[in-house]
């Protein structure tokens, strides 16, 4: 049985099979065009620090925001326009877990970005990612 | 910004500006060559014409922690149409850092036809310049390269050691964080590659970005370059200098600026930089 919830298990597997360089490139390219920026009702700029990803780069912020079914909807920004990676992460992580209980986002492990990226990124950037899902992670245990 | 001619530099054609590879991009003897921290960043648009060099993928051994040999910059030159004649112009994200980073590995094989887009994709993309999402292709060369030749641009480990006991000067180019030690990891995770923090003893602290106008991306002026290098951090541009960051990236930027910009002629990056130096057993570290 797969540790990681059901829609990013299927994503994580979707990116498995793709072995191309480029065919990967473009696929996470269509995710960070998909990206959607946090809507004015959740947050407005200028962003809290207690919603910022530490040590990216890219200046990402993060929120978890609650449904009325108790699941979380996740929401981003991400400041630097060329911040493409961040972008397609974002994206990425609101398709995979957003609806899904905080305590099940809680428990999904920053090493997925190795697993969507493989090791094409720089260690500062792989680390400014790993630290937007730490910051997913620690947003959703407030709602535990 | 001042043009480049005016800005006191000993080797200024080493930088070229946004215009001039704008009017160069079609120029089939010269090559425009994006490198970028971000390998997503080049597919999403990049200088028309302009080839992409992967520095994980195309510069580095796939299996040692070394750069390619000969050969495999022989495959590359040809794969991106390139010729010993050729000239290389390099540019990226993050202020040229990537790019530097390439420039300097080409050294290593002699292409010395190389040069850097003063301000880089920052400085193209507010000029509103145009990007390109095609992908070009060019007819294969033959690339005859000489073996890499690490001693005039690199500096390796056992001579690093060496050279730290004579009371050589370094340039530590990271944060002024990771030159105190007191950023190793980030919060919940353990560490960054390296086991212990701080700095080679004696080294100055001169961060990467300092060299660079942070609102366009392009280079300091060499009246700014020298206030910050020389009369501030008291580098001696006369003597041998050594330049490291953490893998030996960012380092290459400063190695750039203090070799082509100031014209220092013994300036080596020691790529192996601080995930090597502070993995080392018995080597001395200052906080």
């Not at chain 1, 990967?24 to 200028?46: H, Y």
């Not at chain 2, 022989?74 to 790019?99: C, H, Q, R």
């Not at chain 2, 530097?100 to 010395?112: E, P, R």
């Not at chain 2, 200098?241 to 002629?265: D, M, N």
Request: net charge negative; glycine share 8%.
């Amino acid at each position: 049985m797969s540790a990681y919830p059901e829609r990013l298990q299927a994503l994580l597997d979707v990116f498995a099979g793709v072995t191309d360089t480029h065919e990967r490139t473009q696929l996470l390219i269509d995710f960070a065009r998909r990206f959607k920026d946090v809507p004015p009702e959740v947050a407005t700029r200028p962003f809290g620090d207690d919603h910022l990803v530490k040590h990216c780069e890219s200046e990402a912020y993060a929120w978890a925001v609650p449904n009325d079914d108790g699941t979380l909807k996740l929401h981003f920004a991400v400041e630097n326009p060329s911040g493409v990676s961040a972008k397609a992460l974002a994206a990425i992580l609101d398709k995979a877990l957003s609806g899904l209980p905080a305590a099940e986002i809680a428990k999904v492990d920053p090493e997925i970005v190795e697993k969507l990226f493989r090791q094409n990124i720089s260690m500062g950037k792989g680390m400014g990612l790993m630290s937007m899902v730490l910051t997913v992670q620690a947003l959703a245990k407030r709602h535990l | 910004m001042t043009a480049i001619a005016d800005r006191g530099y000993r080797h200024p054609d080493r930088l070229v500006s946004t215009d001039w590879v704008a009017a160069h991009s079609g120029d089939p003897d010269v090559r425009i060559i994006e490198s970028n921290e971000d390998t997503l960043l080049y597919a999403t648009g990049h200088v028309p014409g302009a080839v992409h060099v992967d520095w994980t993928s195309d510069l580095n051994d796939q299996l040692r922690r070394d750069y390619i040999e000969r050969e495999g910059f022989e495959a590359l030159m040809s794969k991106i149409g390139v010729t010993p004649d050729t000239t290389v112009v390099f540019y990226g994200d993050k202020n040229n850092w990537w790019a530097c980073y390439a420039f300097w590995v080409f050294q290593l094989f002699g292409h010395t036809k190389a040069h850097v887009m003063d301000g880089g994709r920052l400085k193209w993309q507010k000029e509103g310049r145009a990007w390109s999402t095609d992908t070009p292709s060019f007819p294969a060369t033959i690339y005859s390269a000489p073996a890499r030749d690490d001693a005039r641009h690199r500096i390796l480990r056992d001579e690093v050691i060496q050279f730290q006991k004579r009371g050589g000067q370094f340039v530590d180019v990271r944060s002024p964080e990771e030159y105190a030690g007191t950023r190793m990891h980030m919060p919940e995770y353990p560490n960054e590659g390296a086991i212990r923090g701080g700095h080679i003893p004696g080294a100055k602290s001169v961060p990467w970005a300092r060299a660079i106008n942070p609102e366009d991306g392009t280079f300091k002026t060499a009246a700014e370059l020298t206030a910050l290098y020389v009369d501030q951090n008291g580098l001696n541009g006369a003597e041998d200098i050594v330049a490291y960051c953490r893998i030996g990236e960012r380092s290459s930027h400063t190695w750039f600026a203090l070799t082509y910009l100031l014209g220092f002629e013994k300036v080596r990056n020691y790529d192996g930089s601080w995930t090597e130096w502070g993995n080392l057993v018995g080597v001395p570290i200052e906080k």
